[in-house]
């Protein structure tokens, strides 16, 4: 199954025949057709989003995907402690800017 950001296809390509109005033309129905697809209304993690760290923070002990203020993307945890476990390092709470869950692991 492949899920589609609905409001960026509208953003980018909702005035595309602006001439025939929003509601006629292609993208009319496209996004009728959009409309009437089941929608997630609330989604705790989104697979392949940078989440701010200022937005929210991860649940404590689960492994995250970390983005860092230098640059650096690392494989890292949340502890109670406020801090961020690369392994045995720990890291500022402030060095990480973003992170996102891991990826579900390959099926055989």
């Not at 953003?11 to 006629?24: C, D, V």
Request: proline share 9%.
């Amino acid at each position: 199954m492949r899920l589609i950001d609905a409001d960026a296809f509208s953003e980018q390509y909702g005035n595309y025949y602006a001439e025939e109005g929003p509601e006629e033309g292609f993208i009319g129905t496209v996004g009728e057709l959009i409309a009437k697809q089941p929608t997630i209304e609330s989604e705790p993690v989104r697979h392949g989003r940078w989440i701010p760290c200022s937005e929210r923070l991860p649940e404590t002990d689960t492994t995250v995907i970390c983005y860092m203020r230098s640059g650096q993307i690392l494989v890292m945890e949340l502890s109670d402690d406020d801090g961020w476990y690369c392994g045995i390092t720990r890291y500022n709470p402030r060095a990480v800017t973003h992170w996102m869950p891991l990826p579900e692991p390959p099926k055989e």
